[in-house]
């Protein structure tokens, strides 16, 4: 396969554009060796990492403008382990599930338990969404806010006239890059390792009052829930500024710093603007170019986070990215399960827009290299 070399005035800065694990500013690193060293390899129950813990569950709060009565928790194992959680401490009867992609459809597969009614799944095709519709019986409606697999975005929105369910929203490569009203869900939850800008093993979740009236009512209630997977046992922690387990310090430390830099900024308003300057520049160049379409058909859908980029048949997109691969430009490849001639480009938060501008060069540079 042939790999061109890009001059190095169209080069990036930094080129690293996955989807996660994503892009770590240099200063979050360089804070992790220096000041965040002294907390590395110390007890997570002793005053230094529970004040980091409160830490971040503030600039958590700050960043989502939490609502009176809601709050950050925290727990061990990343959305993975959430899912589950969900399933065992969340859900009460049924859940509804909307499935445009790999992570609305692993929820949808953790809802399917003895102990609950199967879960109403409604699927869409790849590139595009469902919405969700009240059901009675239904009392968690559940989808992502965005999907990392196919660069869709849903609104985050309460399900209309079923009152009393819970709205729970999957938001790990969303959270702090989109802007919208928490207010308009029970549970928002994420793993910080996309915009967020550190490593995984964690998942943080603001609940709503009536979500953690139904947390603390079902672990009342006698359904068998393993510890670790326990919602109760996330939200007694938090409380007291820790996890159940030992949590990863360095993901705190480096999470704390992307708070930090994010809320100083201006918040997820500035995120937000900062994300749509990057993605609609991939965007807008996909439907000004010949040999590529945005994967996402209607721009209403198209993820500002996450831009999927088709090619025509005159293009072998597994080609581009392994000849950007061998330039220093990292993680384009389209999403294994997908199987398209595509590029997958993550502009998260972290990712200089002048970067992604620059990427658009190489992308255009290298295309008309290997047509010769």
Not at 188 to 199: E, R, T, V, W
Not at 203 to 219: G, L, M, N, T, Y
Not at 281 to 307: G, I, K, N, Q
Not at 358 to 363: D, M, N, T
Request: glycine fraction near 8%.
């Amino acid at each position: 396969m042939a790999h061109i070399t890009l001059p190095r005035e169209i080069l990036p800065a930094d080129g690293r554009f996955g989807c996660g694990p994503s892009k770590i500013r240099a200063e979050q690193l360089a804070s992790l060796a220096g000041p965040g060293s002294v907390l590395m390899g110390t007890s997570h129950r002793q005053a230094p990492i529970k004040s980091l813990v409160g830490q971040v569950r503030a600039g958590l709060s700050d960043l989502l403008r939490l609502p009176e009565g809601y709050e950050i928790i925290a727990g061990n194992g990343g959305s993975t382990a959430f899912w589950d959680a969900a399933a065992f401490g969340l859900v009460d009867t049924r859940a509804q599930a909307l499935v445009f992609g790999e992570f609305g459809g692993k929820f949808a597969a953790a809802a399917k338990t003895p102990w609950l009614e199967a879960p109403d799944v409604r699927k869409a095709d790849a590139g595009s969404r469902v919405a969700a519709e009240p059901v009675e019986g239904v009392d968690v409606y559940a989808w992502p806010h965005n999907e990392t697999s196919t660069g869709v975005s849903a609104p985050v929105e309460r399900v209309a006239g079923d009152e009393g369910a819970l709205t729970v929203i999957d938001a790990t490569s969303a959270a702090g890059g989109i802007n919208f009203s928490v207010s308009q869900c029970d549970v928002y939850y994420f793993a910080p390792q996309k915009n967020l800008g550190s490593d995984g093993g964690l998942w943080f979740a603001a609940v709503s009052p009536a979500a953690i009236e139904r947390i603390e009512r079902i672990a009342a209630s006698g359904r068998y829930i393993p510890e670790f997977l326990s919602l109760k046992n996330a939200l007694d922690n938090s409380r007291l500024n820790q996890t159940l387990n030992t949590p990863a310090v360095a993901t705190l430390h480096l999470l704390d710093k992307q708070l930090e830099w994010i809320n100083d900024n201006g918040g997820l308003g500035w995120a937000s603007a900062r994300t749509r300057e990057s993605s609609s520049a991939l965007y807008e160049w996909a439907d000004s170019t010949a040999y590529a379409t945005p994967f996402v058909a209607d721009p209403a859908h198209r993820s500002p986070v996450v831009a999927t980029i088709d090619f025509d048949d005159t293009v072998e997109a597994a080609a581009v990215a392994a000849s950007l691969r061998s330039n220093g430009i990292v993680d384009t490849e389209p999403y294994r399960k997908l199987g398209r001639n595509q590029l997958r480009v993550a502009t998260f938060v972290s990712i200089e827009p002048d970067d992604v501008r620059q990427l658009i060069r190489c992308i255009e540079y290298t295309v008309d290299a290997l047509k010769g």
